[in-house]
């Protein structure tokens, strides 16, 4: 795969949902087509029911377009998502409350085919990674929210990812632990990864990002990097306009 290719592609992507009451059809996604850059944070911006979810979902093999195409990291979603290219954190993780997070990881890694040896280094790794070694043999019960979070996101790196997919990563975490979880996620650009995600919280993402790509009812109303959103008078700016389009 060249390395100018973009990590993640999608063409004129759609999604529709079975008819309301009035057999009327319901749009989540209108058309839209993305590319995001190898070694890039994009950042999906948008009210609830913009279609951010939704977009990631599809990416991740988790639901299917109606129509378009997706690619991501040169195969289909299902494929990249099989071959651990991949991987998804959703705004909710379920951890188990009462399994050190060394185990849980390092059963997650047999389950996907490693040996018990093997299992342990990929947990270690993954947890050095989001800065819980010393807290590998607590369970997800006795971490604070922030922790938990964290360890979801180790739970995305085990299997070594190109691509990240993560669903309001920060969202119901206090100011420290937004920060720690934006600072992981700017080392896993550095490490050369890709990562997507999705939030309402404007303010805090044109430091973060590199391109930022805002959705309204579904469709593609804004798609630019730093500068672009500077010009734009910054992402709240160019929400409220679109809202009021």
């Known amino acids: ?24 059809t319901q749009r989540a996604l209108d058309s839209v087509t993305l590319h995001v850059a190898r070694g890039t944070i994009c950042a999906l911006v948008g009210a609830n029911g913009s279609g951010k979810s939704t977009t990631l979902k599809i990416c991740a093999g988790l639901a299917h377009a109606t129509s378009g195409s997706c690619e991501v990291d040169g195969r289909k979603p299902a494929v990249a998502a099989r071959e651990g290219r991949v991987a998804y954190l959703p705004e909710e ?45 607590r369970a997800a019960a006795q971490l604070s929210k922030g922790q938990r979070q964290r360890l979801g996101l180790a739970q995305a790196l085990l299997r070594d990812p ?33 990562v997507v995600l999705s939030s309402h919280d404007a303010p805090h993402l044109e430091e973060l990002c590199d391109r ?31 809202s009021e389009a």
């Open 93 to 137: 993780t379920i951890l188990p409350d009462f399994v050190a997070a060394s185990e849980f990881l390092a059963s997650l890694a047999m389950i996907g085919g490693c040996s018990r040896r093997e299992a342990r280094e990929a947990a270690a790794r993954a947890l050095a990674q989001v800065g819980l070694s010393a807290l590998a043999e």
């Open 212 to 242: 930022f790509v805002v959705l309204e009812r579904g469709r593609l109303v804004f798609e630019g990097d730093r500068a672009a959103v500077a010009a734009r008078g910054g992402l709240e700016q160019i929400q409220l306009e679109a």
């Open 162 to 194: 190109a691509v990240l997919l993560l669903d309001e990563p920060t969202s119901g975490l206090d100011v420290r632990a937004q920060v720690e979880v934006r600072s992981l996620l700017v080392a896993q650009r550095a490490a050369g990864r890709t």
């Open 1 to 24: 795969m060249s390395s100018l290719a973009p990590a993640v592609r999608i063409e004129r992507l759609t999604k529709s949902y079975a008819g309301d009451w009035r057999g009327r």
